[in-house]
Structures are given as structure tokens and as C-alpha cells.
């Protein structure tokens, strides 16, 4: 059974930094595409950025870019996001996923989802 575990969430105020991690088991971590998304009040959940298999590539939402950072320890079956610079407009509940198909850019790509965890920015 495919678990992931978000934990790291909080509330920060505008322009700090926040570290969410994910732990994932009952799957061969090493050989899945991960994602980061977020869910707003009143808004469709969104992509937020991507990591490939082995670490070596990234990609991100045009909103976070710059200020994110997504990465994965293998051994340790967990993926990272590092969150800087951040804005109110960044409060969400933030969910790791497991990359399925359909496009890593649209949340409706991913296929398992773990509870989330809030961050909210204060101004």
C-alpha cells in the first residue's frame, strides 16, 4: 500500500523560509517521478514543481520559480521542498505525489497523494 507523509508545514511570515518533506513507502521510491502541489481555499489544486527519478532534473510552476527548490534522498525514500521567499499568495495545504502520466505539469497527472500539510504566510 502506497503511502506518503507530509510533514514540515507551519506558519511563516512573508519573505521566510518554510522545509516540507514527504516520507513515501510501499513503493520502489527509487524508480518514481515525484511531484509537489497545492490546494488553496477557492482554487484548483495546482502544480508546484517536479522531480525525476534521480534527482537530476527539476521543473517548477512559473510562481515558485526561483524561490523553491525540489529534492530527494533515495535512502531515506523521501523528497524535499525548500521554500524561500515566501508570500501570502504561497498559503496552501501542499502535497506530495507520485508522477503518473498525462503531464507532470497538471495535477491531474499524479496518482497518489498524501494528507498535505498547511503553510500559511502571514503578511
Known amino acids: 500500500q502506497v503511502q506518503l507523509v507530509e510533514s514540515g508545514g507551519g506558519l511563516v511570515q512573508a519573505g521566510g523560509p518554510l522545509r516540507l518533506s514527504c516520507a513515501a513507502s510501499g513503493l520502489i521510491f527509487s524508480i518514481i517521478n515525484m511531484g509537489w502541489c497545492r490546494h488553496a481555499p477557492g482554487t484548483e489544486r495546482e502544480f508546484v514543481g517536479f522531480?525525476?527519478?534521480?534527482?537530476?532534473?527539476?521543473n517548477y510552476a512559473e510562481s515558485v520559480k526561483g524561490r523553491f527548490t525540489i529534492s530527494r534522498d533515495n535512502a531515506k525514500k523521501t523528497v524535499y521542498i525548500e521554500m524561500s521567499s515566501l508570500k501570502p499568495e504561497d498559503t496552501a495545504v501542499y502535497y506530495c505525489?507520485?508522477?503518473?502520466?498525462?503531464?507532470?505539469?497538471?495535477?491531474?497527472?499524479?496518482?497518489?497523494w498524501g494528507q498535505g500539510t498547511q503553510v500559511t504566510v502571514s503578511s
Open positions: 505525489a507520485v508522477y503518473y502520466s498525462g503531464g507532470y505539469r497538471f495535477a491531474s497527472g499524479y496518482k497518489y
Open positions: 522531480i525525476n527519478t534521480l534527482g537530476s532534473s527539476t
